[in-house]
């Protein structure tokens, strides 16, 4: 029963970087995996970023490198720190919680926020 809240899109250009923010009531993150999703028009939705509840981390090829996901329990948030970002990277990014391991498929998040934005301009 927990509901899941993202935050942080918005336009930006190719090289620069957005914070995303995820925050999380009626339930706690620490209790979670929480993934990070991202859909581009046109596209499948895709894996970005997973932290799980022992705290292992995993990022899509993509990404690593460049995005940062950290988990924050006392405000009960999960974050994705994007940097170096591309036009590639645009498309409405929701987190989503899995009860159980966390894996890279989205079907196995039984949670998921509303999404944001996120728009990279060339």
């Known amino acids: 029963q927990v509901q899941l809240v993202e935050s942080g899109g918005g336009l930006v250009q190719a090289g620069g970087s957005l914070r995303l923010s995820c925050a999380a009531s009626?339930?706690?993150?620490?209790?979670?995996?929480i993934g990070w999703f991202r859909q581009a028009p046109g596209k499948e939705r895709e894996f970005v970023a997973v932290i799980r509840m022992s705290g292992n981390i995993n990022y899509a090829d993509s990404v690593t490198g460049r995005f940062t996901i950290s988990r924050d329990n006392a405000e009960n948030k999960v974050y994705l720190q994007m940097n170096s970002l591309n036009p590639e990277d645009t498309g409405v990014y929701y987190c989503?919680?899995?009860?159980?391991?966390?894996?890279?498929?989205?079907?196995?998040?039984?949670?998921w926020g509303q999404g944001t934005q996120v728009t990279v301009s060339s």
């Open positions: 989503a919680a899995d009860p159980g391991g966390g894996r890279k498929t989205a079907r196995d998040y039984k949670y």
């Open positions: 009626g339930g706690t993150v620490r209790s979670y995996a």
